[in-house]
């Protein structure tokens, strides 16, 4: 996604793992695959550990752990219809900065990604996404 003052999202899966025009991009994203089905079937919590790595200040592979958790299937408005789909979230921290914080994906039955309030940096607001169109396969 670019906006047209020239920042820059980069997603993958819907989760944000680079951007451009900011004062603290996100450079680097890495974990481990994430089964979010898996997660749904079996209703239990399951832990993670993420990696960060930012521009300014230059700071590479930042560890952040926590726990990945579905929470209810919920009916919510997206562009003017009803849509069932499952809320997953993200509870994780960074024992070094302080940072604390919860991501929430809502998904559908085909794992895709339509909706998210994700924390991408300590020094960064919340990006919540709102998917407006499933790209085409």
Known sequence: ??????????????????????????????????????LIDSKEPESFVNYYSYDHPKLIDMKVSGERKFIRKEEIKLLGRMQQLYLIEESFKNSYTGWKATNKFWVDDEMFVWKSKQFISPKLPEFNIEVTKKPAK
């Open 1 to 38: 996604w670019v906006s047209s003052d020239g920042i820059y999202l980069v997603f993958k899966e819907g989760r944000i793992i680079k951007t451009r025009g900011f004062f603290n991009n996100l450079i680097g994203f890495k974990s481990l695959e994430i089964n979010l089905k898996r």
